[in-house]
């Protein structure tokens, strides 16, 4: 799926790693988010 600027992120759950996870649904109307991803951290490619 491709995105291009100014899209609206479907919605999704995160796993929390230290506390609470994220609903980016829970953010809708409060103000800018910004979505960044990037490779693992220690994983292999």
Known sequence: ???TVGEMAPDFSLPGTTGPGLDLGEL???????LFFYPADRTAG
């Open 28 to 34: 809708r109307g409060k103000g800018r988010a910004a």
């Open 1 to 3: 799926m491709a995105a």
